[in-house]
């Protein structure tokens, strides 16, 4: 699971359909990235980072 991008989610008060639809994915893709069982492409990393204003290196922590 990847702790520290559930926890920005959480922190910046969004659901997980909030932050797939902001992306353009699907809740389920955006479910796999956030739970670890799938990487995402770069360009939804760098609109990660950007929407929580956290590193995607801090962000695709496994945990």
């Known amino acids: 699971m990847?702790?520290?991008l559930k926890e920005?989610?959480?922190k910046a008060g969004?659901?997980?359909q909030e932050v797939a639809d902001?992306?353009?994915?699907?809740?389920?893709?955006?479910q796999k990235i956030e739970s670890g069982s799938r990487t995402g492409d770069f360009e939804i990393w760098?609109?990660?980072?950007d929407?929580?204003?956290v590193?995607?290196?801090m962000?695709?922590?496994n945990v």
Do not use: C, P
């Open 22 to 30: 902001r992306l353009g994915i699907s809740l389920v893709y955006y």
């Open 59 to 61: 962000l695709r922590e």
């Open 55 to 57: 590193h995607q290196r």
């Open 8 to 10: 920005a989610r959480q």
């Open 51 to 53: 929407l929580f204003i």
């Open 14 to 16: 969004m659901t997980q």
């Open 2 to 4: 990847r702790k520290n």
């Open 46 to 49: 760098d609109s990660l980072e």
